[in-house]
């Protein structure tokens, strides 16, 4: 089946030490999302990916960054993690003739 | 005013009821509404499109969008314990790279 995948599914991680998360989708949609999720909150955008043309959100902090090394891939990394950046990462994928489908999230731990 | 509005819940019905759920938005620009069901600790999933006013059904669920008034709604037949979760709307202007606008989420458990 076609689909978003996510790994790893839990991150624990230390306040400070960088950490990577990781989306592929085989679903050949040309536009990738990461998205934040804070407890009984909505999804946040961070920023996407149209192709290789990369658009951040007016508020995303500096701290995250994203690579897409290729059509299938994307990845999510948070250079300094602090406490406040605990949360489910969701990674999602569209095209112009299809709307978003979400990967099963990958829940971030900050210790 | 926010661009959208959900109730929040937590719905608690028994097995079998009608479930209703509700969005309304400011953004006469949408053009496109959602409604995705995520479970506990799991991302969400699509459970439902759509782009016109009008009813849309899809086995148990149908999906109501009134543009006029800027409301959406989710109804849920036979509801199952299995539909406990928390339902999301959302909105978009088009498919292409716009991003969701998300509701807040309705928690829904439905007890046997």
């Known amino acids: 089946d076609a689909m978003v995948i996510q790994n790893p599914r839990y991150q624990v991680t230390q306040f400070g030490k960088p950490v990577t998360l990781s989306c592929s989708q085989t679903?050949?949609?040309?536009?990738m999302y990461w998205y934040q999720q804070k407890s009984s909150q909505a999804p946040k955008l961070l920023f996407h990916?149209?192709?290789?043309?990369?658009?951040n959100e007016a508020d995303t902090p500096d701290n995250f960054q994203s690579r897409r090394p290729n059509t299938s891939f994307c990845f999510l990394d948070i250079r300094s993690p602090g406490l406040g950046d605990a949360a489910m990462y969701l990674c999602?994928?569209?095209?112009?003739?299809?709307?978003?489908?979400f990967g099963p999230g990958t829940r971030l731990t900050v210790l | 005013q926010k661009e959208v509005e959900q109730d929040p819940g937590p719905l608690s019905v028994p097995e079998g009821a009608i479930v209703s759920l509700n969005c309304t938005y400011s953004?006469?620009?949408?053009?496109?509404f959602m409604w995705y069901r995520q479970y506990s600790r799991k991302g969400p999933e699509l459970l439902m499109y759509?782009?016109?006013?009008g009813n849309k059904e899809d086995g148990r669920f149908t999906a109501q969008v009134d543009k006029s008034s800027k409301y959406i709604s989710l109804f849920i037949r036979d509801s199952q314990p299995s539909d406990s979760a928390t339902y999301l709307c959302?909105?978009?202007?088009?498919?292409?790279?716009?991003?969701?606008?998300f509701g807040t989420g309705t928690r829904l458990q439905v007890f046997p």
């Open positions: 999602a994928t569209s095209s112009v003739t299809d709307t978003q489908y």
């Open positions: 679903l050949n949609h040309n536009v």
């Open positions: 990916y149209y192709d290789k043309d990369f658009n």
């Open positions: 953004n006469s620009a949408f053009q496109y």
């Open positions: 759509t782009y016109s006013s």
């Open positions: 959302a909105f978009q202007r088009s498919y292409n790279t716009d991003k969701l606008i």
